[in-house]
Nanobody, 113 residues
Framework: QVQLVESGGGLAQAGGSLRLSCAAS??????MGWYRQAPGKQREMVAT???????NYADSVKGRFAISRDNAKNTVDLQMNSLKPEDTAVYYC?????????WGRGTLVTVSS
């Protein structure tokens, strides 16, 4: 089992930056990621990273966001730069494992124009 706790959300102005962190306890997932869900929209993948630090990004955040992980600490971070109002959403940490897919409770990011 994996428990995920996010932190670092909040309010930012357009063009600003925020950093999200996710602390995982329990098993180490091969892939960890960040997803987001804006009001009235489906949850979507933002970025993923595997144990070898190979990353994958949604087209909408490429060049602006950077995902990283510390395997020793079992944490995954999301550095968000050049934020846009359309980045406003609840951001969720995600860890798919052979025993199931685990989610954090989410952290709200609000970007004002």
């Amino acid at each position: 089992q994996v428990q995920l706790v996010e932190s670092g959300g909040g309010l930012a102005q357009a063009g600003g930056s925020l950093r999200l962190s996710c602390a995982a306890s329990g098993s180490i997932a091969i892939v960890m990621g960040w997803y987001r869900q804006a009001p009235g929209k489906q949850r979507e993948m933002v970025a993923t990273i595997n144990l070898d630090h190979i990353t994958n990004y949604a087209d909408s955040v490429k060049g602006r966001f950077a995902i990283s992980r510390d395997n020793a600490k079992n944490t995954v971070d999301l550095q968000m730069n050049s934020l846009k109002p359309e980045d406003t959403a609840v951001y969720y940490c995600n860890a798919p494992t052979s025993r199931g897919v685990y989610w954090g409770r989410g952290t709200l990011v609000t970007v004002s124009s």
